[in-house]
Nanobody, 123 residues
Framework: QVQLVESGGGLVQAGGSLKLSCAAS????????MAWFRQAPGKDREFVAA????????YYADSVKGRFTLSRDNAKNTVYLQMNSLKPEDTAVYYC????????????????WGQGTQVTVSS
């Protein structure tokens, strides 16, 4: 089992940047696919980005491609989401789920979730 704690959210103006962090417990962090999802008020939770286990590929939702960068530091059991050129439509609670080995863009495959961190982008 793994526990996840997100941090780094806040209020930022449109065009600004934020860097989210997700710290994981456990000794087998490298064996997990790590992802970011977000949920805006009144909307479904949606995929943002994911990085596969075992130094696998990173992939992004079209809406954030070119603006967001996901990275992982297995030595620190942490995954990051660097968010640049933020837009008001990026406003949401951002969640960091994990899944042993392979993951994907479907939130239903992720067994472990953090509590989320709020990101608010003002226009």
């Amino acid at each position: 089992q793994v526990q996840l704690v997100e941090s780094g959210g806040g209020l930022v103006q449109a065009g600004g940047s934020l860097k989210l962090s997700c710290a994981a417990s456990g000794r087998t962090f490298s064996m997990y696919t790590m992802a970011w999802f977000r949920q805006a008020p009144g909307k479904d939770r949606e995929f943002v980005a994911a990085v596969n286990w075992n130094n696998g590929p990173t992939y992004y939702a079209d809406s954030v491609k070119g603006r967001f960068t996901l990275s992982r530091d297995n030595a620190k059991n942490t995954v990051y989401l660097q968010m640049n050129s933020l837009k008001p439509e990026d406003t949401a609670v951002y969640y960091c789920p994990a899944r042993p080995r392979g993951g994907g863009m479907n939130l239903g495959v992720y067994a472990y979730w953090g509590q989320g961190t709020q990101v608010t982008v003002s226009s």
